[in-house]
């Protein structure tokens, strides 16, 4: 089974490492090593996004954490990932949540009108044969 809380916490985390590391190009691909590059607007805020999602994980109710468990379950580990990327992925093209558990929340409400999850749970409570 999955460790959602740990998860979580080194998606945001990495990405909050993606912003930190990025690097100045020169036009023929080269990393330009003499330029000191500051953070744009747009960056800082990417950064205080993931960082604040980053530091809420251990907020998470049980309950949501039982249910991206179950989603996990559910889709398997390389549905479960492709799934979690697209909705780390989305955070930069709409309003951020406020929280890991605003995250999750969404995570779980984005698999649900696919029948993705319906469909797993309801086979999982058929009696066996």
Not at 23 to 31: H, V
Not at 75 to 92: D, F, K, R, S, T
Request: aromatic share 10%.
């Amino acid at each position: 089974m999955i460790d959602v809380v740990k998860d979580v916490r080194e998606r945001f985390d990495f990405s909050a490492y993606m912003i930190l590391s990025a690097w100045e190009y020169e036009p023929d691909g080269m990393i330009n090593e003499r330029t000191i590059r500051d953070f744009t607007d747009s960056e800082r805020a990417y950064l205080a996004i993931f960082e604040k999602l980053r530091d809420t994980v251990d907020a998470i109710p049980a309950s949501l954490i039982e249910a991206a468990e179950e989603c996990y379950a559910a889709l398997g580990p390389v549905g479960y990932e492709e799934a979690m990327i697209a909705n780390v992925q989305a955070i930069g093209s709409q309003t951020p949540p406020k929280d890991a558990t605003e995250f999750l929340t969404t995570f779980d409400a984005s698999l649900r009108p696919a029948g993705l999850v319906f469909a797993a749970e309801h086979a999982a409570h058929q009696p066996q044969r």
